[in-house]
Structure formats: C-alpha cells, structure tokens
C-alpha cells in the first residue's frame, strides 16, 4: 500500500480546535490513502454474494438465446394478419417452452406456442390465447386488432454475446448471480475479501463469562464490532482483550500488521492514555492522531501500520460505532471493491427540538417514523451520551447536523442517514 500523507494534529485541543478535522476532510485522507485489494481467487457461483468481480464479464451467449414467445397464444406471420374484420387459421402444430417445431407456416397458418418456446419458421408474431376465437381444435379466428412483431422476445434482446454484462470491481448482489447462471457461468473471478484484525484495549475490559470486580466493564465493543465486520463481508481476525501493558501491546500490533490489511483497535490508542502506544505505532508506520470536529468520535487515530491501514477508534461504544459507520466501512468497500459507496442521505421533518451550536458535525441517534398524514419524520432515539449504548440499538438513522448548523426547530426539515440503505 501506499504511503498516505497523514498529518499529525494534537488530540488534546477542545471542540474550536481550528486544527480538527472536518468529517469530510477525514473521509477523503482515508480515501486517499487507500489502495483496493488486486489478489484474486476462484469461487463457485453459490459463494459469490458480496464479492467484487475481479475481472469485467463478457456474455459469451445471448440472452434470450433464441427468439421465443413472451405469450402463450399463437404464432404466425405478422404480414398475414388480417387488416380489417377478421380471418380464420389452421393450427399446424404445438410449439414447447424447450422445443423445436419442424412444420413451417405459410400464409393461413399459424402454431399453437407457449412462452418461452421458440419462434417457428415462418413466425414472427404471438397473438395471446385470450384474444383469439377457438372455432375447433385445428382452427382459430385472429382479428384486426394485432401489430406485426408483438409478443416475442428477441435473440439477444436482454444481453447480446460479446456484450460487457459487469464492471471489474462490481459487488455481486443476488439478480446478478442470476445473470451470471443464465450465461453459464459456474465460477467467478473474484477479489480475495479484505482481512481484518481488530482488539479491545483496556485494563477495565472483562470477558463476557467473567466476574465482574468494582469498576469493571465487559468488552462490548469487540462484539458490535465482530457483528459490523460480519455485516461487511469481511474476513475477521478477532486478537482479544489487549493489556495496557508495553509489551502486550507492542506484539498484538505487530502480529495484527502482518496478518490484516486492515487492523482496528477500540479504546485508549487515540489519546495519550499511554505514551508507549503512541511510540509503538510510530516505530511501526505512519500514523496520525486526529481530533474530528464531530460528536460523537472526536478523536480518531489513522495511518498505515507496516503493510495494513489502522484505525484506532475511540474507547465509547457509541463512538466505537459511528466512527466504524462513518469511516470504517466505506474503507472495506473500497478495498474490497475499488469503489466508494455512495451515502444515502434524506430529509425528514424533526418532531422535535433539537439544540446545537455550529462548528462540529453532530451525528444524533435517530428513530425515523411516518406520521399520521404519511410524512417521513424522526426523533432522537433517547439520551444522547457516548457511551449510552441502548439509544444506537434502538436508532434506525443518523440525524445529520453539519457543522453550519445553530439548531433545529420542532417541524424543520433535517438530513437523516438511514442505517440500512447504504447505496
Ligand atoms: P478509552 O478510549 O479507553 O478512554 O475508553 C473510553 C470509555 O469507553 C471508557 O469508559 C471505557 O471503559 C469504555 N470502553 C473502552 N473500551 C471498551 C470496550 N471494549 N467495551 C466497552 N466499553 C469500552
Ligand atoms: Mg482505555
């Protein structure tokens, strides 16, 4: 990977810190920094969902491969349908989704077709069965009403042979598995997914299993985390609870360098809890402290660590995931994938007032709801402190409050991020 050009801030300052961050100016040196994963792998088409197409895919058929019924009715020829009133055919044959007819039909003829069944000889032409006039078992009366053509899917028509189907780079959703079979394909090319190793720093920080002495805390964040790895599609390497110890720390960071391309650590790192942390990451690569002008999450250590990015998130649980949302995941999916993925971002009517003074960009919990009149609305989704965990389990958006922004008035509109409809 390439060398980013990070530049080191002081973390200590306060919220008017004229050094901070924007969230923006973050994302982008992130991005900047990044180069997506080239190593490729072969997997079967059942294993593909969610992975990047490591190479463009060309069709080497058509789709439909032949011209076939949309309908089931009759075939015939369209410059044999009748101009005006009405005209009687003789049905010369039955033509089978997966079947090829022999008889060719000639002016007065037509064939009884289903869908999906190739064109016979001579047709070009579906009249649905519902429009036609039985007069017995051989014979059907066709009407003026019909256009030449109608009712029939051309070769090709959905994708012709040589055509480019899917970008190198794509990520592969379920309609394209099935493009993909519908031209055959029974294994894909494919990028090799990002690895990520991440641990929890903390002395306070327990095992879920263990007693809990005064003062102690179970390790949350290495659970939302596992999970928010998990939803990415990424390959997890999960190194534990870390000591905030010298030693400890020096090799969990060295081990997590040579096995990720990614590392993640939550908690301590980002603030001078302890000088050897910063002295460790320096000795390893090129890391930069920031202080974000954001709440929560302000303090956020970024950079290269031997060949792997780090992330040193915040401590908070809350913090722990907005940063990963904000950051952290369009990271793995440019990675993973070479493209960053577009934010959906939408407006809502606040139901309630909501205080703020401008200068940093607030990511409020937000609960988004209709109103009685259909009117897509939100509310915060209880208190707003960054450890208080419930409020971001019961949340289904961001409020987004940009750093402009003095306050929001009960009925004004604001930007809402939904959480499951990352584009
Ligand atoms: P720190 O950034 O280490 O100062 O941590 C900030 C706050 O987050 C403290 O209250 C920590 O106890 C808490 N914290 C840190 N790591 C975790 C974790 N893995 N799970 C739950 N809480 C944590
Ligand atoms: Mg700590």
């Not at 429009?131 to 030449?148: L, P, S, T, W």
């Not at 794509?170 to 519908?182: E, F, H, I, K």
Request: charged share 25%; with cysteine.
């Amino acid at each position: 990977m390439s060398t980013p050009d990070l530049t080191t801030r002081a973390s200590c300052a306060d919220d008017s810190d004229p050094l901070a961050l924007t969230v923006q100016q973050a994302r982008d040196a992130i991005r900047a920094a990044l180069v997506p994963i080239q190593d490729e792998e072969q997997v079967a088409i059942r294993s593909a969902l969610g992975r990047a197409l490591a190479k463009d895919c060309v069709s080497p058929l058509d789709v439909p491969s032949h011209t076939n019924s949309a309908m089931d009715g009759y075939a015939l020829a369209g410059s044999d349908l009748p101009r005006e009133g009405a005209r009687e055919y003789r049905v010369v044959a039955t033509a089978l989704a997966g079947q090829t007819v022999s008889e060719v039909c000639v002016s007065g003829d037509c064939v009884r077709i289903m869908t999906g069944a190739p064109m016979p000889l001579g047709t070009d032409t579906v009249v649905m069965q519902e429009q036609v006039e039985v007069v017995d078992k051989d014979r059907v009366r066709i009407d003026a009403r019909h256009r030449a053509g109608q009712n029939v899917r051309q070769a090709g028509e959905d994708i012709a042979q040589g055509s480019r189907v899917f970008e190198r780079g794509r990520l592969l959703t379920a309609a394209d598995l099935g493009v993909l079979a519908s031209l055959g394909f029974a294994e894909l090319r494919v990028h090799r997914r990002p690895r990520v190793a991440f641990f929890s720093t903390g002395d306070e920080l327990r095992s879920i299993g263990d007693v809990l002495a005064e003062g102690e805390i179970y390790d949350s964040n290495r659970y939302s985390l596992y999970a928010m790895l998990t939803e990415a599609g990424v390959d997890i390497v999960d190194l534990g609870v870390v000591a905030d110890d010298r030693q400890a720390l020096d090799d969990a960071f060295h081990h997590a360098a040579r096995v990720a391309d990614v590392v993640i650590t939550s908690g301590g790192v980002s603030v001078g809890e302890a000088d050897y942390t910063k002295e460790i990451l320096d000795k390893l690569g090129d890391i930069a402290f920031w202080t974000i002008a954001m709440k929560p999450g302000r303090p956020l250590t970024f950079g290269r660590l031997g060949q792997a990015m780090f992330f040193g998130l915040p401590g908070n649980p809350v913090a722990v995931m907005l940063t990963f949302h904000q950051f952290v995941r369009p990271t793995l999916r440019y990675l993973a994938s070479g493209n960053w993925p577009i934010r959906l971002v939408t407006q809502a009517r606040s139901r309630v007032t909501l205080r703020k003074r401008p200068g940093r960009f607030e990511f409020v919990r937000g609960i988004l709801s209709y109103d009685e009149q259909g009117q897509l609305t939100v509310r915060p989704s209880g208190a707003q402190g960054s450890g208080v965990l419930t409020s971001m389990s019961r949340a289904n958006c961001y409020v987004l409050l940009n750093e402009e922004c003095a306050g929001v008035a009960e009925g004004d509109m604001v930007a809402v991020e939904p959480f499951s409809t990352v584009l």
